[in-house]
Nanobody, 124 residues
């Protein structure tokens, strides 16, 4: 069973960039599809990005694909989320998630494993 730990969240100014990391322990990292979701106060959890087990395929909602990029390093058991041109509306707790099958990347309920989240706050 994989355990996930996010890091890298902090307070930034609008227009800044930030990279989040998600380190996986236990299990074989390369056998998990990985994703990032976020949740702002009073809102539902929102799909941000996903990446296939091999890292060859990535998925984004149209609203974020021009600013956010997901990647992974299977040798380091780590997934990343690069966020550019941050906006105040990007303020949320960011979670990484994992599942041991491909497909349905944007559905939070399909992910088995979740980290505790890391707070990103963007000030105008």
């Amino acid at each position: 069973q994989v355990q996930l730990a996010e890091s890298g969240g902090r307070s930034v100014q609008a227009g800044d960039s930030l990279r989040l990391s998600c380190v996986a322990s236990e299990g074989t990292f390369s056998t998990y599809a990985m994703a990032w979701f976020r949740q702002a106060p009073g809102k539902e959890r929102e799909f941000v990005a996903a990446i296939s087990m091999s890292g060859l395929a990535t998925y984004y909602p149209d609203s974020l694909k021009d600013r956010f990029a997901i990647s992974r390093d299977n040798a380091k058991n780590t997934a990343y989320l690069q966020m550019n041109s941050l906006r105040p509306e990007d303020t949320a707790v960011y979670f990484c998630a994992a599942k041991d099958w491909e497909g349905n990347y944007g559905l939070a309920r399909k992910y088995t494993y979740w980290g505790q989240g890391t707070q990103v706050t963007v000030s105008s």
